[in-house]
T-cell receptor
């Protein structure tokens, strides 16, 4: 149980275009979903937290107009990287949690490369 | 403020040897602690967690961790490692966001466990 999927697993896009990454909880309802960014050989950096039906809460230093997050349902959250640049290239990981529980369940990650 | 320190960035060990990955946290409130494992190019998998009760928690694949409140530690141990245990291990503490009514995880920097034959 508690499986989280991400799509796509890898994406290559040209500079200036936008990319959407989907995060789905497959067998549970996720009241809260999180988006992280991970640089090579580093820890996870929390970008934003989204609760179903409300606006995402962004961490300090993360541009909300650059990284658009939508949590449309209890099983789906999307991250859109707008006007992507090479410095946005990274490994993006989502996670989801169930109400009143503390652990998070992580997706397999999406490798974004901006050329 | 809550924070997590993983003292060792890399731990090399031979197969079948014991290993300990260290994790210390700082928090002024009750804590919930986690160990996650990440294999190359994959997301994180929950290895074990401490929420309350017994201070010694165990995973199904032989890892265990002990919550030590006086030393503010949550070290991960395994008595005999396998090649397949080679991965990145992250310690995390749960932070409650009161105004938002949710919890978020604060991660340590990670420890790379490299098991050699």
């Amino acid at each position: 149980g508690a499986v989280v999927s991400q799509h796509p697993s890898r994406v290559i896009c040209k500079s200036g275009t936008s990319v959407k990454i989907e995060c789905r909880s497959l067998d549970f309802q996720a009241t809260t979903m999180f988006w992280y960014r991970q640089f090579p050989k580093q820890s996870l950096m929390l970008m934003a937290t989204s609760n179903e039906g409300s606006k995402a809460t962004y961490e300090q230093g993360v541009e909300k107009d650059k990284f658009l997050i939508n949590h449309a349902s209890l099983t789906l959250s999307t991250l859109t990287v707008t006007s992507a640049h090479p410095e946005d290239s990274s490994f993006y990981i989502c996670s989801a949690k169930i109400r009143d529980r503390y652990e998070q369940y992580f997706g397999p990650g999406t490798r974004l490369t901006v050329t | 403020a809550q924070s997590v320190t993983q003292l060792d960035s890399q731990v090399p060990v031979f197969e079948e040897a014991p290993v300990e990955l260290r994790c210390n946290y700082s928090s002024s409130v009750s804590v919930y602690l986690f160990w996650y494992v990440q294999y190359p190019n994959q997301g994180l998998q929950l290895l074990l967690k401490y929420l309350s009760g017994s201070t010694l928690v165990k995973s199904i694949n032989g890892f265990e961790a002990e919550f030590n409140k006086s030393q503010t530690s949550f070290h991960l141990r395994k008595p005999s490692v396998h090649i397949s245990d080679t991965a990145e291990y992250f310690c995390a503490v749960s932070l409650t966001i009161s105004f938002g009514g949710y919890n978020k995880l604060i991660f340590g920097a990670g420890t790379r466990l490299a098991v050699h034959p």
